[in-house]
């Protein structure tokens, strides 16, 4: 009871050190002994509850630990009531023929809903309820007479679930609380930088892109078994190269670890699990090897001496044991996987960016009128009772007012998801270039999008806009992930937009940014199995460890499934998921050096890190379902070389490490 204690005061306390009142605790203890489950999975259904609240501001007190308790309980009824429903559904199904209860319908009802304002026949001998087995459950549906105009003040979706009128309550925009509020600060000694009297007269920012964007334009839905398989191959073949080189082992030291054998070995491979309908966990978790060294075949873990270590399906592995039985592999040890170098430059190069900032030669580089203003921002850009996009414009307007230098803007830009963007029923502002009947997606993002964007341009011409898009973006033809740029001719963007793709490296004058638009974060909270004590306590921090650790943007594989994540306000009710296209999964690996900065948007709490010396941003979505969201201002200071550095570089060619963690400021904002 009291390591449960101790374990619960560190995932639920808001400060370090401190502990959680009693009558809290006790709350907590009291979910936690109800329906048998860790901790852990409490903390992480608390994640969601906040979510799902659509607050940043879910103090945890008495109340909420009763309402979140309740919620739980609720969440857990309706999943057993689900599941029944659907058992009678099926028993009733099985052995009887539906018929239609009216004489006017079709057969099986199948016209219904299909044609306008055609009401379902109603049953007049009582077999209603026996007819509902054979129907296909009415999901969330927009209601045109409400989507067709925002409301003013206190704005609300009307949602129709099976008859019944649901209003969804939506904060007005204008009406939002604590705009402009600090959420949270990295390196807050540093200043932030001064908004100059003036835009520059030119762009301060020199962007090249390090990723092969032209490989990114490969035809989607045409992948071959053999090709993925390959590419999964090839991966832990990489990896095995690299951890013995890393720990100076011997050809011999390797081995199957699906043959019986006395002797202990090293085995690499990826962490699957026997059961893919089911989270992992140490009884279904199996080693899945090369096909060179264990013929693709997989083997069951023992992992209960291992005494902390964190796994998730996907990971490449390197662990040691012995596999005696010739059923499973006993493994003893967890060998560390190398991580890549930091980035670094030649300090000419150095000098040369801090001439084009103003810095000189030995000059000072810690004014903030020398630091860079780089604005960053995921999606979605507007909430789901409106296409005003009114977050996206108060984006803008704080970009021109302190004219920043760089605005990343991440995607989904127009959302796929988005309730009225899913049904189409939607107006378009008047535009005379363009015929209503004839208008289409790419018509609606240049005037709701596009316009905004424009306006910032002409008020900061020096201004850089890169474009990250989204496989939930409705606009982007290509369908999978890794994922091809926008197509900007389209789009009516200024010259300023640059369009990249999903995932992308950039390079921001010397520093190093790796960006992808797909929540991997999310899956990785999910689907991450924790053996022992964590070494690393935080788990936003722990998360981006993996990805950093795995040298990849998506190390997850299988992705998660769609119906295990969080449902969209559309009428499908099924969110777009990870459609992974398994052929080109190498697009997404990290090339020679570990990025400066890490972009990952994700759903869970915004953030800003500094994990294995890279800068970790989580800026979190600018808009909310239901309300406003957050954003994120980096301030970063040139880089000081010294003389020491500028002589190793003319006798030896000596590169520096940037250290952007160390002269950035991140200040995560409430738009």
């Known amino acids: 009871m009291a390591s449960n204690m101790e374990e619960i005061d560190q995932l639920f306390s808001p400060a370090g050190g401190s ?34 609240m659509g607050s940043e501001e879910t103090r945890l007190d008495l109340n909420t630990a009763r309402a979140f308790k309740k919620d739980v309980q609720e969440i857990l009824e309706r999943e057993v009531r689900s599941k029944a429903h659907m058992r009678s559904a099926d028993k009733k199904g099985s052995h009887t023929t539906p018929r239609n209860a009216g004489n006017t319908g079709d057969v099986f009802g199948m016209l219904d809903a299909l044609v306008p304002n055609t009401p379902r026949p109603v049953s007049t001998n009582g077999s209603s309820k026996r007819k509902a087995a054979f129907e296909t459950p009415l999901t969330q549906k927009v209601s045109k ?27 007005a925009f204008s009406n939002r609380q604590n705009a402009g509020q600090i959420v949270e600060t990295l390196n807050d000694h540093l200043l932030p930088r001064e908004p100059p009297i003036a835009p520059p007269a030119e762009a301060r920012v020199k962007l090249t892109a390090v990723t092969d964007l032209p490989k990114f334009a490969y035809r989607p839905m045409a992948m071959h078994l053999s090709e993925a398989s390959e590419v999964l191959d090839d991966r832990i073949e990489e990896f095995t190269t690299l951890v013995q080189t890393h720990h100076n082992l011997e050809d011999s030291a390797f081995g199957n670890g699906a043959s019986k054998s006395t002797r202990e070995i090293v085995a690499i491979g990826r962490i699957a699990s026997d059961t893919p309908e089911s989270k992992l966990n140490g009884a279904s978790m199996v080693l899945e090897m090369s096909r060179s060294v264990g013929a693709g075949r997989r083997v069951p873990l023992k992992i209960e001496a291992i005494p ?14 012995i596999n005696a039985s ?30 084009r900032l103003g810095v000189d030669e030995g000059g000072q580089a810690d004014s903030t009128t020398h ?18 996009f009114e977050p996206l414009i108060t984006l803008c307007d704080k970009a021109a007012e302190t004219y920043a230098d760089v605005l990343i803007l991440i995607g989904p830009l127009f959302d796929a998801e988005h309730p009225l963007i899913a049904s189409g029923d939607f107006d378009l502002p008047d535009d005379p270039s363009i015929e209503p009947d004839k208008a289409t997606l790419s018509d609606a993002f240049r005037l709701l999008v596009s316009a905004p964007l424009r306006r910032l341009t002409q008020a900061v011409p020096s201004i850089t806009i890169v474009m990250v898009p989204s496989v939930r973006d409705a606009i982007n033809k290509h369908v999978s992930w890794p994922q091809k740029n926008h197509e900007k001719k389209e789009l009516g963007l200024p010259k300023q937009a640059r369009m990249v793709s999903n995932p992308v490296t950039i390079f921001l004058n010397e520093t190093l940014i790796g960006i992808s638009a797909q929540d991997i974060l999310y899956d990785l909270r999910r689907e991450e199995l924790v053996v022992g004590r964590p070494k690393e306590s935080n788990i936003l921090a722990r998360l981006s460890r993996h990805v950093i650790q795995q040298r990849h943007f998506f190390p997850v594989f299988p992705p998660v499934d769609r119906s295990n994540l969080p449902k969209p306000g559309t009428e499908e009710g099924l969110a777009t998921g990870m459609p992974l296209d398994v052929s080109y999964l190498k697009l997404g690996e990290w090339l020679n050096v570990r990025p400066d900065i890490l972009v990952v948007p994700s759903a869970l709490s915004p953030f800003a890190k500094v994990v294995e010396s890279v800068l970790v941003i989580n800026p979190g979505p600018l808009s909310k379902r239901k309300g406003p969201g957050t954003y994120t201002q980096a301030t970063i200071y040139p880089r000081k070389v010294t003389e020491d550095e500028r002589q190793a570089e003319q006798s030896g060619g000596t590169r520096v490490g940037h250290r952007v963690f160390e002269r950035a400021r991140v200040d995560i904002v409430r738009i």
């Open 19 to 52: 502990k959680l009142p009693q009558d809290i605790m006790g709350e907590l203890q009291s979910t936690i002994r109800l329906h048998s489950i860790s901790p852990q999975e409490l903390f992480y259904k608390w994640e969601s509850y906040c979510i799902k």
């Open 145 to 171: 007479s409400t989507t067709r105009s925002s409301p003013a003040d206190g704005r609300a979706a009307v949602l129709h679930t099976n008859g019944v009128t649901n209003r969804v309550s939506a904060v």
């Open 308 to 321: 902390s270590y964190e796994f998730f399906p996907g990971q490449i592995v390197a662990v040691r044991g």
């Open 326 to 355: 010739g059923d499973y592999l006993t493994v003893s040890e967890v060998l560390e996987i190398p991580l890549l170098p930091p980035a670094a430059s030649f300090p000419s190069d150095l000098d040369s960016i801090n001439q």
């Open 371 to 388: 630091a860079l203003n780089v604005m960053l921002s995921s999606g979605p850009y507007t909430a789901d009772d409106n296409l005003d």
